[in-house]
């Protein structure tokens, strides 16, 4: 129902703009005025990762303001518009990617390939560090007007904080060879950035989509909020003696169930930000338009971080499932990260809270029941 | 004739080294006893770059020590010796990597691709980056003992100094593609070194051998001293403009020259450090070997800058070459780079000065005129 209602409010915006395309504000910051050619369309945009959660999102919200969309991903196209062309593109083949931006206005460089297993560090380089290269150069060649990329948190690195909140000014150390990628990457952008291209980095938080949060078997949330999803990850990391004390704990309890997650070294509960995959895009398309965000280097997180105490309640009530504390190796992860500079210099606004998200992710779920299909 | 005199020493180096395998002082500095196996080999050592002009050097003084040495490199084999085996192999054949690696008990990653046309960015970011990490996950997966990198003073960068001499903790904002190249594989290393491998990084100053320091044509030395090379090199760079304004100086003169450069803004005549390929070598043998340079990130660098006003008459006199003032853009290249770390630290002194590389090269230029053929 709630995916109708977002949908439709999509829509509605989409006639708005293609009848009055004029500065308008909505959501909280401000939109800008494109010019369009004779065909209505503002902005040639190249988008990586447009198969993906976080692509998929933007991908449409462009194409409902009106922009055409060159989407680049390894997987094939999810979305058939008039202005919409896909490439289906492993990046190797670096010509295809020179004529895929050819003429485009803006880059937008989400794609990344996201790992903690060593044995993908190799391959983890070269989706996110080689590439992002390999795109620079494609872009500067092209003159496209504004490079955005995707990095992360993982740059700080945010478990590890000297101070918090985590701003944009905190050193850069990554513990995770998937934030040491994004570290890098930042550089070569930097770099381009220096030699004359403009840029913009944005930081992502963890993000997830209302399709995934109460869902077991997702990739984010299962391992992050469910006991079954954990013992599979730590199962997969070859942490067999804490994936052998949460099976024990699964085997008393006789079947799944909701997790809140403390640190076992310092007992305390597991506090992180959680961005919706909705406002995740907006940020981009903010970052992507805002001509002060010209070379800036912004947080793109929620306001306050999920507290795992407070909210697995509600999520255990939402799915049904009982709800249990396990302790991990270590201390909790725990932080905060500020997004003061981008709502100050930019006006961004996240529009969903946490609560917001579990609320439609069981609507969602219950839409999904009723219907007997995917949305 | 210099020539022959260094490898003599060489020789008798080594078989002093076969028949005493005990620490034993030369050059200055303190060598290491090694334990050797039952044919006599002290270590296994893998070398990247083993065909180039540093990693030649490098693998022929291992080789005389004693050491197994296997050379990864695309070019062929400069080599032929009982324990010396040649890898040639494009970095992309990943499990040719890992089969050479395995058994190492050190590494030494030489090898680099060296460029300043953006046209070349990718594959210099393949050679220098990517391969670099392909290495660290390949030495880390066969459990070597220490990992050592030739990095670049070009990281820091030493043309824009912010104070001089540039220490090892100058901070690092290379200008060129290929000192951010090294600065990001530098990064990788110093990633693999908090998850447990022990790495040396060592940052080259410009290293020339003494074969090419006269010579018009060698990559280095040309474009660096020589009229001719300047033309050549300023017009590769599409910097036509000063390309024919040296031009025009030639045909006045009728031929070639020798070239004091000068920067057009400051009216400062040059001056760089140039090492001595064997001493470069050298550097390198000691931060495999010397227990305290675990971790450690060292220049190594020549003692003093060359003074392109004082020695480019030596030069001019040893090549018979008229000498002219030729003045470039922006400021002179003009910098001093401290070795005090590396020579404290691990007791690193270089051997040769410039005018003794100087002297050597014109000794070298008339023993192969008197020969007829290539040393």
């Given at each position: 129902?709630?995916?109708?209602t977002?949908?439709?409010?999509?829509?509605?915006?989409?006639?708005?703009f293609l009848?009055?395309?004029?500065c308008?504000?909505?959501?909280?910051?401000?939109?800008?005025?494109?010019?369009?050619?004779?065909?209505?369309?503002?902005?040639?945009?190249?988008?990586?990762?447009?198969?993906?959660?976080i692509?998929?999102?933007?991908?449409?919200?462009?194409?409902?303001?009106?922009?055409?969309?060159?989407?680049?991903d390894?997987?094939?196209?999810?979305?058939?518009?008039?202005?919409?062309?896909?490439?289906?593109?492993?990046?190797?083949?670096?010509?295809?990617?020179?004529?895929?931006?050819k003429?485009?206005?803006?880059l937008?460089?989400?794609?990344?390939?996201?790992?903690w297993?060593?044995?993908?560090?190799?391959?983890?380089?070269?989706?996110?560090?080689?590439?992002?290269?390999?795109?620079?150069d494609?872009a500067?060649?092209?003159?496209?007007?504004?490079?955005?990329?995707?990095?992360s948190?993982?740059?700080y690195?945010?478990?590890?904080?000297?101070f918090?909140?985590?701003?944009?000014?905190?050193?850069?150390?990554?513990?995770?060879?998937y934030?040491?990628?994004?570290?890098l990457?930042?550089?070569?952008?930097?770099f381009?950035?220096?030699?004359?291209l403009?840029?913009?980095?944005?930081?992502?938080?963890?993000?997830?989509?209302?399709?995934?949060?109460?869902?077991?078997?997702?990739?984010?949330?299962?391992?992050?909020?469910f006991?079954?999803?954990?013992?599979?990850?730590?199962?997969?990391?070859?942490n067999?003696?804490?994936?052998?004390?949460?099976?024990?704990?699964?085997?008393?309890?006789?079947?799944?169930?909701?997790?809140?997650?403390?640190?076992?070294?310092?007992?305390?509960?597991?506090?992180?930000?959680i961005?919706?995959?909705?406002d995740?895009?907006?940020g981009?398309?903010?970052?992507?338009?805002?001509?002060?965000?010209?070379?800036?280097?912004?947080?793109?997180?929620?306001?306050?971080?999920?507290?795992f105490e407070?909210?697995?309640?509600?999520m255990?009530?939402?799915?049904?499932?009982?709800?249990?504390d396990?302790?991990?190796?270590?201390?909790?992860?725990r932080?905060?990260?500020?997004?003061?500079?981008?709502?100050?210099?930019?006006?961004?606004?996240?529009?969903?809270t946490?609560?917001?998200?579990?609320?439609?992710?069981?609507?969602?779920?219950?839409?999904?029941?009723?219907?007997?299909?995917?949305?």
């Amino acid at each position: 129902m709630i995916v109708d209602t977002f949908w439709q409010r999509k829509t509605a915006q989409h006639h708005i703009f293609l009848l009055f395309p004029v500065c308008y504000s909505l959501n909280g910051y401000k939109e800008y005025i494109y010019n369009r050619d004779s065909e209505g369309v503002a902005m040639k945009i190249v988008l990586t990762g447009s198969a993906g959660r976080i692509g998929h999102t933007i991908a449409l919200q462009l194409l409902v303001e009106g922009h055409q969309v060159t989407g680049i991903d390894l997987a094939p196209a999810r979305i058939e518009h008039a202005h919409y062309h896909h490439v289906q593109c492993p990046f190797e083949q670096a010509e295809m990617l020179n004529d895929a931006v050819k003429g485009a206005d803006v880059l937008l460089h989400i794609g990344a390939m996201m790992s903690w297993h060593p044995k993908d560090n190799a391959a983890m380089f070269h989706a996110n560090v080689t590439a992002t290269q390999w795109l620079l150069d494609a872009a500067r060649g092209a003159g496209v007007k504004r490079f955005v990329f995707a990095s992360s948190g993982e740059v700080y690195p945010e478990v590890r904080a000297q101070f918090q909140p985590v701003t944009e000014d905190h050193p850069r150390n990554p513990v995770s060879f998937y934030g040491l990628t994004k570290k890098l990457a930042e550089d070569l952008v930097l770099f381009y950035q220096q030699q004359g291209l403009e840029t913009v980095i944005l930081r992502f938080p963890h993000t997830q989509s209302i399709d995934e949060l109460l869902d077991p078997d997702s990739f984010f949330s299962g391992p992050r909020f469910f006991l079954d999803g954990k013992i599979r990850q730590m199962r997969s990391f070859g942490n067999d003696v804490v994936a052998d004390k949460l099976q024990t704990v699964r085997d008393r309890l006789g079947g799944p169930a909701m997790i809140v997650q403390y640190g076992e070294d310092d007992n305390l509960p597991y506090q992180m930000h959680i961005a919706d995959v909705r406002d995740t895009a907006d940020g981009v398309i903010l970052a992507m338009t805002h001509p002060r965000a010209a070379n800036g280097i912004y947080n793109l997180g929620t306001d306050e971080p999920v507290a795992f105490e407070d909210m697995l309640p509600v999520m255990a009530q939402a799915t049904g499932l009982p709800l249990i504390d396990v302790t991990m190796p270590g201390k909790a992860v725990r932080f905060k990260t500020s997004n003061q500079k981008i709502k100050r210099e930019l006006g961004y606004q996240p529009r969903f809270t946490f609560p917001d998200m579990i609320a439609q992710a069981a609507r969602l779920t219950v839409y999904r029941h009723n219907t007997k299909e995917s949305v």
